[in-house]
């Protein structure tokens, strides 16, 4: 079965600080990985995806298959960073395709 | 360009009656997905339709159920309901073959 973790449900920095929201998955297959936010009174909305290789509002991801994980980085914070973030995983092509499976969330907040 | 909609915004019901949510897609997008998010437990796979058909279900049980019409327009059913379906359901759409997904705002269903 596949699984995402982001073990911090609260993150505090300030601003102009690294910050980097973790994200471990479970999955035999191809997976897929994403990062969405959702901002205060927003929509869920796409950040970035692994296979992109892009940067989105400064933030970078890389997929390390070795470790299982998908970190979201940033080198210096904003206050408009202040968001919820979800690490989400798909299936690239199986029984579960066309699903997202969602870790719980990391409440990212960025003091001023 | 328009994004997912959802309809209605919050919905109130009682225990053991029925609650149909409706979800249009962005234009030229072909799959609709369900999510629920409930208090507690996150972002959760709920179904997946593609040209109309069914294509993935995730745990839940038979009650909740859907269909997608041929404007890809898509409605979600849940029979009997109970108190732990109050949640926030969250509708997306994209392309089949693609993992993006693109979400709604979402319906607030209310079980009393």
């Known amino acids: 079965a596949q699984r995402v973790t982001q073990p911090e449900k609260l993150l505090s920095v300030f601003k102009g600080a690294p910050v980097e929201l973790k994200c471990n998955y479970s999955y035999s297959g191809s997976p897929e990985l994403f990062w969405y936010v959702q901002y205060s009174r927003q929509r869920l909305q796409l950040l970035l995806r692994?296979?992109s290789r892009e940067s989105i509002k400064g933030f970078t991801a890389d997929l390390n298959k070795g470790e299982t994980s998908f970190h979201l980085k940033k080198p210096f914070a904003q206050e408009e960073d202040s968001a919820m973030y979800y690490c989400a995983l798909s299936d690239a092509g199986g029984t579960s395709y066309g699903k997202l499976t969602f870790g719980q969330g990391t409440i990212l907040t960025v003091h001023p | 360009e328009a994004g997912v909609t959802q309809s209605p915004t919050h919905l109130i019901k009682t225990r053991g009656q029925q609650a149909t949510l409706r979800c249009s897609p962005i234009s030229g997008h072909t799959s609709v997905y369900w999510y629920q998010q409930a208090l507690g437990l996150g972002l959760q796979f709920l179904l997946w339709y593609d040209e109309g058909e069914e294509r993935n279900r995730g745990n839940f049980p038979p009650r909740f159920s859907g269909r997608q019409f041929p404007n890809y327009s898509s409605e979600l059913n849940v029979n009997a309901l109970e108190l732990e379906d109050s949640a926030l359901y969250l509708c997306?759409?994209?392309?089949?073959?693609?993992?993006?997904?693109?979400f709604g705002p979402g319906t607030r269903l209310t079980v009393l």
């Open positions: 997306a759409s994209g392309l089949a073959g693609f993992n993006e997904q693109f």
């Open positions: 692994h296979i």
